[in-house]
């Protein structure tokens, strides 16, 4: 997926739309910051999510983390083979390990997210 056509959570959430669906997934700097990923616990079907809130739980060698839906949406599929090979997230996390997919609320937009630039710019401005 084209990075520079996604949006970021500054919480190292990815969000990429088509139509009214939305992927979701976590960037390459959160999953190499979190190591070896032994554990990801995602949201069953038909769930709905506000924007900022707790869908999930990434755990590592690291540390557990939450994760946090970037916009408001129902859960209409989860990517079974990240939650079935945790340790192969940080080779691909925006492409085949994406970790979900939401169908986006009525009136629900992407736009208080950071393009690419902005999200480099949050990432530098944190030291990385």
């Known amino acids: 997926m084209d990075q520079s056509?996604?949006?970021?959570?500054?919480?190292?959430?990815?969000?990429?739309?088509?139509?009214?669906t939305v992927t979701v997934g976590i960037t390459l700097?959160?999953?190499?910051?979190?190591?070896?990923?032994?554990?990801?616990e995602l949201p069953k079907l038909g769930k709905a999510f506000k924007a900022g809130e707790e869908f999930g739980v990434v755990e590592s060698v690291k540390?557990?983390?939450p994760l946090y839906a970037p916009v408001a949406g129902e859960i209409i599929e989860v990517n079974k083979a990240a939650?079935?090979?945790t340790?192969?997230?940080?080779?691909?996390?925006?492409g085949k390990f994406w970790f979900l997919k939401l169908k986006l609320a009525p009136g629900a937009t992407?736009?208080?997210?950071?393009?690419?630039?902005?999200?480099d710019m949050q990432?530098?401005?944190e030291g990385h």
Do not use: C, M, V
Request: cysteine-free.
């Open 5 to 20: 056509s996604l949006r970021y959570a500054p919480t190292h959430e990815w969000a990429h739309l088509d139509g009214d």
């Open 83 to 85: 939650a079935d090979s």
């Open 110 to 119: 992407l736009d208080h997210l950071l393009n690419k630039t902005q999200y």
């Open 29 to 40: 700097f959160a999953a190499e910051q979190l190591g070896d990923i032994t554990y990801l």
């Open 87 to 94: 340790d192969l997230i940080k080779d691909d996390p925006f």
């Open 63 to 65: 540390s557990t983390s």
């Open 123 to 125: 990432l530098a401005s």
